[in-house]
Structures are given as C-alpha cells and as structure tokens.
C-alpha cells in the first residue's frame, strides 16, 4: 500500500517536482473543530495530503484551493468556515484559514526524442526549476531513472499528443527522424498554442523545413517562429553535452524574458488583510 505523505513532505515533493500546490493552515478556530491552529494540508490539482479535519469542510477548502491552481492565482488567501448546517458538520464552532498557493516551476518545456542531445539535456535541466515532459516512441531509449521534475510520456502518436501535451508549454523537437520533426512542426503550428519551438538540425534543414511549411500555407510569421537551428550559437561545439549547453542557454534567456514581462506576485495588501481580521474578529463575537 502506497504511504501517505504529511503535509511537509508533499511540500518538499512539490516542489522538487515543480507542481503548483496550495498550502493550507489553520490560523484561528472557535468553540468545537477537528483540529486546532497550526493544523496543515496540501491540495494539488488533482491530490490532498494530510488533513485539517476532514468532512464537508475540508472538500470546499479543496474545492478553493483547486479553483486557484486552475486561475493561476498564486497569492494568500483568508477565508473563514462556520462549522453548522452549511456545511453539513455539527461540531458547531468556526474555522478560519489561510491558503497560500504556490506556482511550482512556471517554466514548463516538452522535449521530442530520447537520443544523445536529449539525454545531455535532461541531466542539465534536472537541477533548473522547470517541469519537463520528456515524449519518444522508444521507451528503451529513456534511462532507468529520471530527476523528479521530468515526466516520460511513451507513446506510439508523438505528432497526435502534441498539440494537447505543449499548450502553453516551450517545445524542444530533437527525434532521430526528419518526417517526425516535421510533422511535429506542421502539428504545432496548426495548433499555435505552445509558446515557442526549437528544432535540432543544420541551416539546410532549416531552408527545406521553411520551403515546404510556405507550400503548406503556413504565414511567414509563424514559420520564422521555429528557432532552427535551435540553441545559442555563442556556445561552441557539436558534441551532445555542448549542444544541450547551448540550448540550456537559449531556455534561460527565453525564461528570463518571460519573467521580465509577468508582474510580480504580492501577498495580502495590509488593508485587506486587516479589513478580513476585523470581519473575523466580528463573526466570533456573534457566534
């Protein structure tokens, strides 16, 4: 049987797996609860850890959590819980709460193909806070064990996963196989939800890739997308483990842009956060 994680533990493999996660506390209770401050959880997208009493009171605080996760709202949150008919628990006191959600790795990469450059990659990319869903039609060609941030997606349809698999996501093509890059491409394109594509190949793969993605009908604009050849050519060098330097490179200057242009997260304003203790401060009075 499967062990449970404690609440601790689900925030340290969270985060060694770049998973956004809502972490739970208890901050203040009144009269009867199942559990006193200082209780925690963690609630995913999909999974909760621990518990801070269970019943219908821990499913709407889940169902919170969850409706943040799904926002991409990743800032404090107090709510308050009266413990009577609402919510179906006869313990009769109240509960108050706060909900700090975490974003986990905000960058998110699939790699296509499991050769030599890949492989380098992965072992780079295992100590750099993204999520990385690792796609091959060879299951063999995977290693036996994987970082934790890394997801192995084996699959006989690369091409049909694609477009489901990199929405919103930075996508690496680096297969054995011409035909296969393309067609990612062409899929991709079609879809034009992943954030960005870069293509293995030399400046002549490159020309025929444009050529035959013009005939197809695809616009300048989106064909000039696909960074090919892929990776920063300030690195020198064409072994595997330089290559992967290379695009290592290429990702953290893409990231870095990307976090240049998203706001700062902030935590509770201090008016909202006193306006929100006084309102608690008046429900315990009436209860």
């Known amino acids: 049987m499967e062990r449970r994680m404690t609440w601790y533990q689900a925030v340290a493999d969270c985060e060694a797996r770049g998973e956004p996660y809502v972490l739970v506390s208890v901050l203040g209770v009144t009269g009867s609860v199942p559990r006193e401050p200082a209780s ?7 999974q909760s850890y621990d518990t801070i009493g269970g019943g219908h009171l821990e499913y709407r605080i ?7 996760l799904a926002r991409q709202d990743y800032t404090g949150e107090l709510a308050h819980f009266p413990l009577g ?3 179906g628990q006869c313990c009769g006191g109240s509960v108050s709460v706060l909900l700090e959600a975490q974003p986990g790795c905000e960058q998110a990469l699939v790699i296509f193909g499991a050769g030599h450059v890949a492989r380098a990659l992965t072992t780079i990319l295992a100590d750099l806070p993204w999520r990385i869903t690792w796609v091959d039609e060879r299951r063999d060609q995977f290693p036996a064990d994987v970082p934790a941030n890394i997801h ?12 489901e698999l990199c929405a919103g996501k930075q996508v690496l093509i680096l297969t054995h196989n011409h035909a296969l890059d393309f067609e990612l491409c062409r899929t991709l394109l079609m879809a034009g939800t992943c954030r960005g594509i870069g293509l293995i190949g030399s400046a002549t793969k490159a020309d025929r890739f444009r050529k035959r993605l013009d005939h197809r009908g695809f616009s ?3 064909i000039s997308s696909i960074r090919c050849p892929v990776g920063d050519t300030s690195v020198p060098g ?10 290592s490179a290429e990702l953290l200057r893409l990231a870095a ?3 240049a242009s ?5 935590g509770l304003p201090w008016k909202e956060l006193r306006g929100l203790i006084q309102e608690n401060d008046t429900r315990e009075s009436q209860e």
Do not use: F, W, Y
């Open 152 to 163: 192995i997606h084996h699959t006989d349809d690369p091409a049909g996963d694609a477009p």
């Open 85 to 87: 008919a609402s919510l």
């Open 262 to 266: 998203t706001p700062a997260r902030r």
């Open 62 to 68: 889940c169902l919170q959590a969850r409706e943040k």
């Open 257 to 259: 842009d990307n976090d």
């Open 220 to 222: 300048e604009a989106a």
């Open 238 to 247: 064409k072994r595997p483990m330089e290559v992967a330097v290379s695009i």
């Open 40 to 46: 925690k959880m963690v609630v995913t997208g999909e």
